[in-house]
């Protein structure tokens, strides 16, 4: 069972910074690692990538107040989420995603979330 262990969560005022780590099995190579996030009542969406060569994406939202990077100490397979000036509409389960080469395929695994709530 590949798990992946996601931290970082809780609550924040508007305006506030949190930052999520997420960490994938070490004895599994990489290919990206990402968060998505599901707010009460809607579908699950994507916030942001950290792919090959460490190309970013990011949902249109959060650009500019989202970062997402590997970690400081390049822990092997730990991706970070810095979020700056958040907004109560961030307010989510969020959800980190890893696509590994499992068995030879490149496979996605989820984790199990940590809530975010931006609230005054």
């Known amino acids: 069972q590949v798990q992946l262990v996601e931290s970082g969560g809780g609550l924040v005022q508007p305006g506030g910074s949190l930052r999520l780590s997420c960490a994938a099995p070490?004895?599994?190579?990489?290919?990206?690692m990402g968060w998505y996030r599901q707010a009460p009542g809607k579908e699950r969406d994507f916030v942001a990538r950290?792919?090959?060569?460490?190309?970013?994406?990011?949902k249109d939202s959060v650009k500019g107040r989202f970062t997402i990077s590997r970690s400081e100490d390049n822990a092997r397979n730990t991706v970070n989420l810095q979020m700056d000036i958040l907004k109560p509409e961030d307010t989510a389960v969020y959800y980190c995603?890893?696509?590994?080469?499992?068995?030879?395929?490149?496979?996605?695994?989820w984790g199990r979330g940590t809530q975010v709530t931006v609230s005054s």
């Open positions: 950290l792919g090959p060569g460490d190309s970013t994406n990011y």
């Open positions: 995603t890893a696509v590994l080469l499992y068995n030879r395929r490149l496979t996605d695994f």
């Open positions: 070490v004895m599994f190579d990489v290919y990206s």
